[in-house]
């Protein structure tokens, strides 16, 4: 069961305003106004403010304590720059391709600190990550087989985790991914097992156990109680196995709120829980590590998406807002992805905190009628080349869009780092639409 809803009245749109440190005025950005990142970088564009980012992986240290270890989940935005800052804020990297282990070599991030989970990892994936010297989730007992065989060709013996499908025991997760049957990670009875085997085979070091159930989890009593299952599983595989489970990765996926009247992940409950469980285990303190890896709940309230208005009309009686940036370039905030289709917080650039107004639509620029950041919204009267933000874009934003959908030049990002704003990824051209092709 999902927590209610937040009963404090903070919407998502106070949520997000507060993470960003707004208080009154105009929107800004790590202290740098909406309206001057526009005018200096252009329009879409994608605003990152590092200091909240590192405030969110400073919290969850904070509620978990010093002997749990958080990994930025690179997935939520494999951004070179903000994988940089979660670096310096003492977090790892949690990466699901090849790609994602070069970036997160190329931030900084070397061996184990590199987590690589995800079903499907094709032997080119295996390979970079032996090369890293990145500790592999294993998904399947295939999985584990063709890895000791990459591993012995190449003469390394690599630190795995097998990765445990906890039958749906993480109830609280929008979005899951554990269940009674599940494509990811390896059902609970055949744990031992597999443990046993890959200690038998010997080409990798098993090092523990790995689960992740499922993102948008509110409910922190729940994960909680996956946590308590992880701690039985690893019990029950180091009875079976005699081999020490020294790593236990407790995965995440907390919830962020991003509609209003989502609840709110109760981050200090989880922290205790966990601590709690982990405990009374003997489980804290080295050798022994315990991990967690989150991508929404660190990078979300860090970033704005900033798009402005290019056209105006009326039709049907009702208002609407042609903006310049849309599903391709958010394809989250116009429901991809998303169990109900909801619209994210929305603010006016120049007056966030308006609260009255007139009922607008706001959609982009592609001939699809998905292409919408809601109907009826209230916002102050905008005019043309108003800029409107919306808020909590910096998790799962640009890089989960179909940004090559109507072939529109894709967004430049920026971040704001200690008051400086510089640009992490340059805007797109209209030629990007024949790159890589042939005729
Ligand atoms: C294995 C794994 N870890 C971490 C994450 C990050 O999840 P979230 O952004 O909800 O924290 C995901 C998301 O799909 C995942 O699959």
Redesign the pocket.
């Known amino acids: 069961m999902e927590p209610r809803p937040d009963e404090s009245g903070d919407s998502a749109r106070l949520t997000a305003l507060r993470a960003l440190g707004h208080e009154e005025g105009p929107l800004h950005v790590g202290g740098v106004s909406a309206a001057e990142l526009l005018a200096r970088f252009g329009s879409p564009l994608y605003a990152y403010d590092a200091g909240v980012l590192e405030r969110q992986i400073a919290a969850v240290r904070r509620a978990f304590g010093p002997d749990v270890s958080v990994?930025f989940?690179l997935?939520?935005n494999p951004s070179l720059a903000l994988a940089a800052v979660a670096r310096r804020a003492g977090a790892g990297a949690?990466v699901?391709s090849a790609g994602e282990i070069l970036l997160a070599q190329a931030a900084g991030f070397t061996g184990p600190e590199i987590q690589f989970?995800?079903p499907g990892k094709s032997d080119e994936d295996l390979r970079i990550a032996l090369g890293a010297g990145a500790r592999i989730?294993i998904e399947s007992e295939r999985e584990h087989e063709r890895l000791a065989t990459l591993a012995r060709t190449a003469g390394v013996r690599p630190d795995v985790a097998v990765?445990v499908n906890l039958n749906a025991s993480q109830s609280g997760a929008r979005?899951r991914?554990a269940d009674s049957s599940s494509r990811?990670g390896v059902d609970r009875a055949r744990v031992p097992s597999l443990c046993r085997r890959i200690v038998d085979d010997g080409a990798c070091s098993l090092v523990g156990l790995?689960q992740?159930g499922?993102?948008?989890?509110f409910d922190a009593d729940a994960w909680v109680r996956s946590v308590a299952d992880l701690l039985a599983i690893a019990a029950e595989s180091e009875q079976a196995t005699g081999h020490p489970l020294l790593s236990l990765n407790l995965?995440?996926?907390?919830?962020?709120p991003v509609y209003d009247r989502d609840p709110t992940f109760d981050l200090d409950a989880a922290g205790r829980g966990a601590i709690e469980l982990l405990e009374a285990a003997g489980r804290l303190g080295a050798p022994r590590e315990v991990h967690l890896?989150?991508?929404?709940?660190?990078?979300a309230p860090a970033g704005v998406f900033l798009t402005t208005v290019v056209d105006l009309k009326e039709s049907g009686g009702k208002r609407h807002a042609v903006l310049d940036g849309g599903m391709h370039q958010f394809g989250a905030a116009t429901g991809l992805g998303a169990v109900m289709r909801r619209a994210y917080a929305i603010v006016a650039a120049d007056d966030p905190d308006a609260s009255d107004g007139e009922p607008v639509s706001l959609g982009g620029p592609l001939c699809t009628p998905a292409d919408r950041f809601g109907t009826g919204l209230v916002l102050p009267r905008l005019a043309l080349g108003d800029a409107v933000a919306v808020l909590h874009a910096g998790?799962?934003g640009l890089t989960f869009s179909p940004t090559r959908f109507l072939s529109h030049p894709s967004p430049a990002e920026v971040l704001v780092d200690r008051g400086e704003a510089r640009l992490i990824r340059r805007r797109g051209t209209p030629e990007d639409a024949l790159r890589d092709q042939l005729p």
């Open positions: 990994a989940a997935k939520a949690e699901a989970a995800g989730h990765r979005l991914m990811f790995h992740y499922g993102s948008q989890a995965g995440g996926g907390f919830g962020w890896e989150l991508g929404r709940y660190l990078a998790a799962y």
